[in-house]
């Protein structure tokens, strides 16, 4: 049969064209049910075996679900309790209309055997059709069908009884009236039997207003009025950034605007959560406030006390509004509106101050930019001691907090295992295991090279190739080896794990390792991009085995001038997998002639001077602090933290892997100009260098940021003799200033933006690490078709699919950045728990009401507060010069300082580092030193003030 | 995922076909009575009239005249309102010389031309509605005219489009709202029984691997297609002969 659908729509210029469609409606669609003897039966989920056990429906029975049932419940949706649901296709397609998000997670529930989801395609069904009315919305059409399909289930199938689940009461009211057995979510939740605390999971949504409660916040416009306020240019669309220190603080990027506008106070940020895109009203300029540069954190108890937020507002208010502050006024706005909300699960620990027995309570996010949530639980005492994960379902205008609900626990407070579950979790690292699908793609133990393998490739096994790795490295993918040839000329070979040969495009494996993009690295845990076998040990280059690799192998003569490329498929042999360390030794090791330290001495050479003519052409020096945690191998608690140690070595390593991926790069855009995978590092907006550029100033050396050549030039310059750490302080700064460097598809960007400013190279790929990057892996593959060693596969070429690729990998990668960050710093605060500890630190830089110290040693960054909580800081702020001063002593940013390190654990779940001032000495503020060393020191210091002092007089 | 799927995961298209279905058909032959033939053809919404004239002398300059074979002469014409937005040129622009191109390099392949010498036959075709595969049915319709026109053909030449969704599976007969939502369309016109090939046209690049996949998809398409047309053809000569008492009436 065939209808067709008519509808009007408007097209983007704003005409209204009417469109017609093409409806078919089919007689051979399946029902789900085995028993059924009209149908033409199919496969099938749904079970007669299988009962849901409700107490309310005391007999076997189907479920079918209403829309708003999946958008709300999903997190009820994936307990395995519920089975035997028709999903019809109605409601499947007005899920994914309303939330991709959900529709996957619906996917991924319908797609298992064990749940027995049924999808019936019942708007296409010949007898479950309705056509919609002229003046009917589209929600009650929908409803409609639903119901229709409910009606004829309950036809076809005599024998099987079903239910009718909705949260809309109409519908529900509707359905009864027509004979369908109904029920909302919750009373049927309630009567499962085996309810193992189900309810918790529900999603409140408050759908009648309690007239009673006092309303916290502002409404928010309506869609239709934000729209046209935007379109009228009143209101401006952005993304909600919620400030890190001050949480009644925020900021929204605005097009049109340098600054972001700011929205202070709960008016101001009416509802929003970080990463919200919300529709911002900006204030006359004469309203506008200046950011408090104040740090106040939400330490109310309560679900209901406002008046601690008052009071903080309050405190706020003075500070953003004094006179001197209107000059550095920022432009301010408030939130009138919500366009998209980005509502995510967050982990987090219970507020462990609530009172015992009590039904809600308040969720603390583990990152500090988003508020906290209320939650209702019957299992509070269980669940203090737990990490656990809840999501927000709603914020009226009358709560203090979103109302959330709890989806699960991730096991004990301070547990590493839990900490570094959190730690993935929170930065959306998938981390499962990997499924017997992606187990099946591997090769088969023994692993043997055939006849085939060797025809296929160069065989380098008789070249002296070693690899060298930083310590406990067992994911080698680089190897290198050099070797003189005819005409006094060098061939340089660097030797990449050929991972592409053992993951082949479209397999489950290749599709796992593109989701994963990159090996995470924590301080005890690894997270593979691809399987261990693969990762430490087929693909590994280690010493003495038999490997397959992709070469690139150059022609170059003792000035480092590359005369000829070539790249092909090899097998090699690694004579020795060596640390840094070892081949830094074998090359300071003068007794040693044999043909590994020649090529490692030949390459240290080259490798100069290539780092010269990179550094000539512009290329920067960057530093930040990395520290390495040693673990304890037995107990895996930190031991030590230690800044990683940098040889010679390294740089080497680091100028031929760059080399390579140059190389690649270049070879694989001229080959594929439209899809080749390159890497971009865009240069930064000048605005960006200002605290730089400041900081300079202070010191007294202008730093220039025209080009990047600029910079480097006058950073070296900036260099004082009484204080050397100080160089190295002003690149951790230029380091904050730069952009992230992106991957991308070549055909998607201007020749001009290739440029990779970081390194000052036109063209950068990464073509050295397959097995911990996904990237590698694509260049390897478009490498391989251009020396004819492969085959092109469909999406290779298509250079959507490709920059849709870079947008996950480019994502992946922050996001595992961000993880290992995150780890290193709970294992430093593992590391300082119980011990308290003087160290030499440098100021960073002065803030209103603090200083940011960096302890070079631990890599650590923390605040040291100058006031204490409602007390006057004895300290006067100067803002043109950024110092603070009291009496002599005067802090300026680079400022070497002492500082004690503890550990507060008075929060459980943000330890954080507390600072306090040993030297220089000021009198009510700073404490006495430790050890003898320091106090030395501060005795000396004294004396000297004292002899000034008494000069003066 | 995008929103947009050309196939869901069921194995339902858009419309509630399934990836190797064709749209409705529906024909008919003689609709005119002023041209030698004429037909009208529904593939799914895409309504196509074709006329033929002819064969007749060569008119206009006589030195197009061919001494060994007969011209084809086709026009390609799109009814203003056939789109969503009102065309401003019926024919003449590019595209719609381009189709009539197309449309006579179909047609010379099965017109037994050499039997015409110094005539000429007109072919006229006007899309009323275009849903997507407006050649396709182009070409469909153009047949069936010839037939009612009584001219001599080599075979039926039948045209059917061919995508592919999800990078993978084949799916036959695009329609316009599987046009817009993307992946390459491939048009194929073809003398199905004879397997020959006489037009193809690709509106995107896609990968060689894929391309035996749906330029099967397509070929069977076709083959499809002139069973539906065949029919309708037997049915018109049934018609025609019983009201002159030349079949016996069933």
């Known amino acids: 049969m065939f209808t067709t659908k008519v509808f009007i729509r408007k ?24 028993s059924c003897n009209v149908c033409k039966p199919e496969d099938t989920a749904l079970s007669s075996n299988i009962e849901n056990k409700s107490g309310l429906f005391n007999y076997p029975h189907y479920l079918i679900l209403d829309t708003n049932i999946i958008l709300d419940q999903m997190d009820i949706l994936e307990e395995d309790v519920i089975c035997n649901v028709i999903i019809l296709h109605t409601v499947l397609k007005e ?23 049924f999808v019936f395609i019942n708007d296409h069904h010949r007898e479950c059709y309705v056509p919609q009315e002229d003046t009917e919305l589209i929600n009650d059409y929908n409803d409609r069908c639903i119901r229709t399909a409910c009606l004829w289930y309950i036809n076809h199938i005599p024998d099987a009884k079903f239910v009718f689940i909705t949260d809309d009461a109409r519908n529900r009211a509707l359905a009864e009236e027509e004979n369908i057995t109904t029920c909302s979510i919750e009373q049927y ?150 366009i998209r909300r980005k509502w995510r699960p967050f982990c987090g620990i219970l507020q462990q101050d609530a009172p015992e027995g009590a039904l809600y309570h308040l969720f603390v996010p583990a990152d500090k930019k988003f508020p906290k949530i209320r939650i209702e639980t019957r299992q509070a005492e269980f669940l203090k001691t737990q990490k656990i994960v809840v999501v927000i379902d709603d914020w009226p205008r009358y709560s203090r907090y979103p109302a959330g609900h709890f989806v699960r626990a991730l096991g004990k407070i301070g547990d590493q295992a839990t900490e570094n579950e959190v730690v993935l979790l929170e930065h959306d690292v998938p981390h499962s295991k990997f499924s017997e699908e992606v187990l099946s793609c591997l090769p088969k133990l023994p692993w043997i090279i055939t006849e085939e393998d060797v025809a296929k490739r160069t065989d380098l096994r008789h070249l002296d190739i070693c690899s060298v790795d ?121 007794s040693r002639n044999d043909s590994i330290a020649q090529s ?57 892997m760059l080399l390579a991926n140059i190389s690649t790069a270049e070879k694989t855009l001229k080959d594929f100009p439209d899809c080749a995978m390159l890497r971009r590092h865009p240069e930064p907006p000048k605005i960006n260098y200002e605290p730089l550029v400041k900081a300079g100033k202070h010191l007294g050396f202008e730093i220039k940021t025209g080009s990047n050549k600029e910079l480097a030039i006058s950073m070296d310059n900036a260099v004082k003799e009484d204080n050397p750490y100080m160089n190295t302080m002003l690149r951790i700064l230029a380091t904050r200033c730069m952009m992230q460097a992106v991957y991308f598809a070549s055909g998607m960007f201007q020749k001009e933006d290739y440029y990779h400013y970081g390194l000052a190279v036109p063209l950068y790929t990464h073509f050295t690490s397959p097995i911990r990057r996904y990237a590698d892996i694509i260049v390897h593959r478009l490498l391989a078709v251009s020396i004819g060693a492969d085959v092109t596969y469909p999406d290779l070429l298509d250079k959507h699919k490709t920059s849709d690729l870079c947008q996950n990998l480019n994502y992946r990668n922050r996001m595992a950045q961000l993880a290992g960050r995150a780890s290193v710093a709970f294992n430093t605060h593992l590391f300082f728990r ?80 507390v600072l306090q001032l040993v030297f220089p000495v000021v009198k009510g503020f700073s404490i006495p030193p430790l050890n003898e060393e320091h106090k030395r020191k501060v005795e000396t210091d004294q004396k000297k003030t004292k002899a000034k002092k008494s000069k003066k007089k | 995922m995008s929103r947009k799927e050309l196939l869901s995961k069921i194995g339902l298209r858009a419309d509630g076909r399934r990836a190797q279905e064709l ?98 036959i007109d072919v006229y075709v006007e899309v009323l509605h275009a849903d997507g595969g407006v050649y396709a049915a182009c070409v469909n319709a153009s047949t069936l005219a010839l037939i009612d026109a ?56 896609f990968h060689l691997d894929h391309l035996p996949k749906v330029l099967k998809e397509a070929l069977r398409g076709c083959k499809d297609i002139k069973v539906i047309l065949d029919e309708a053809v037997r049915n018109h000569l049934v018609n025609v002969g019983s009201s002159s008492g030349w079949v016996k009436n069933k």
Request: glycine share 6%; proline share 3%; charged share 30%.
């Open chain 1, 470 to 590: 930083p310590p406990g490295c067992t994911d080698i993918d680089d190897a290198l080896h050099c070797r003189e040839i005819e005409g006094g000329m060098l061939e340089v070979g660097v030797h990449i794990a050929d991972v592409s040969h053992f993951i082949r495009p479209g397999s489950a494996l290749d599709v796992e390792a593109a989701s994963r993009a990159t090996t995470v690295y924590l301080v005890d845990k690894r997270i593979d991009m691809v399987p261990a076998l693969l990762s430490s040990n087929l693909c590994s280059l280690r010493g003495g085995e038999d490997r397959f690799a992709f070469s690139c192998v150059w022609e170059m003569d003792k000035n480092a001038n590359i005369l000829k490329t070539k790249f092909h498929k090899s097998i090699i042999r690694s004579r020795k997998a060596m640390t840094y360390e070892e081949a830094q030794l074998t090359i300071d090791d003068k």
């Open chain 1, 95 to 117: 899920v994914k209309h309303r939330s991709l998000a959900i529709y996957k997670r619906l996917n991924a529930v319908i797609d298992n055997p064990n749940r027995h989801f």
């Open chain 1, 189 to 338: 939740v309630r009567s499962i039997k085996e309810n193992n605390l189900l309810e918790d999971k529900l999603a409140k949504r408050d759908y009648h207003v309690e007239s009673d409660t006092q309303d916290l916040f502002p409404a928010h416009l309506t869609v239709t009025q934000v729209q046209e306020g935007i379109k009228e240019g009143r209101l401006h669309q952005g993304t909600y950034r919620a400030s890190t220190s001050n949480f009644l603080e925020g900021f929204v990027s605005v097009d049109g605007y340098e600054d972001a506008i700011l929205v202070q106070g709960r008016s101001g940020q009416n509802r929003a959560i970080d990463g919200d895109l919300v529709a911002v009203e900006i204030f006359k300029e004469q309203d506008w406030i200046a950011p408090s540069e104040i740090i106040l954190e939400d330490e109310s108890r309560v679900d209901t006390a406002v008046e601690e937020v008052l009071l903080k507002e309050n405190e706020l208010k003075e500070y953003s509004t004094g006179k001197k502050k209107k000059e550095k006024a920022k432009p301010t706005g408030c939130v009138v509106g919500i």
């Open chain 1, 834 to 913: 119980g011990k308290l500890q003087d160290e030499e630190a440098y100021i960073l830089s002065v803030r209103k009401n603090a200083l940011q110290i960096l302890i070079p040693r631990y890599g650590l960054e923390s605040t040291l507060y100058l006031s204490q909580k409602g007390k006057k800081s004895i300290f006067e702020y100067n803002e043109e010069d950024q110092t603070q001063k009291y009496e002599d002593v005067v802090f300026h940013a680079f400022d070497p300082v002492i500082v004690r390190l503890a550990l507060d654990s008075n929060n459980i779940q943000r330890e954080k580092l």
């Open chain 1, 600 to 656: 490692l001495r030949n390459l240290n050479n080259l490798a100069k001077i290539l780092k010269q003519r990179r550094l000539e052409k512009g290329a920067l020096v960057l530093a930040s602090p990395e520290v390495k945690i040693r673990m304890d191998s037995e107990t895996m608690d930190p031991i030590d933290v230690e800044v990683k140690k940098l040889f010679e070595t390294n740089s080497m390593v680091e100028e031929f």
């Open chain 2, 150 to 205: 009584g001219i001599p053909l080599k075979e039926y030449v039948c045209a059917c489009t061919a995508s592919l969704a999800n990078n993978d599976i084949p799916m036959v007969d695009i329609s316009y709202q599987e046009e817009v939502l993307g992946g390459p369309t491939l048009t194929v016109a073809a003398l199905p029984m004879s397997e020959k090939i006489v037009l193809m046209e690709m509106t995107q690049r």
């Open chain 2, 23 to 120: 749209r409705r058909i529906r024909c008919k032959l003689g609709v005119f009575t002023e041209p030698d033939g004429s037909a009208y053809i529904e593939q799914g919404l895409t309504k196509v009239l074709a006329a033929v004239y002819g064969p007749h002398q060569v008119r206009g300059g006589r030195s197009k005249a061919q001494y060994d074979a007969a011209i084809v002469n086709c026009q390609f014409s799109m009814a203003v309102f056939s789109t969503g937005e009102r065309k401003r040129r019926p024919r003449g622009d590019r595209k719609s010389t381009e189709m009539s191109i197309h449309l006579k390099q179909a047609l010379m392949a099965t017109i037994k031309t050499e039997l015409y010498p110094w005539s000429q």
């Open chain 1, 11 to 34: 097209n983007k210029i704003g005409n209204f064209l009417k469109n017609i469609r093409e409806h078919y409606l089919r007689d051979d669609l399946f029902c789900g049910f085995t």
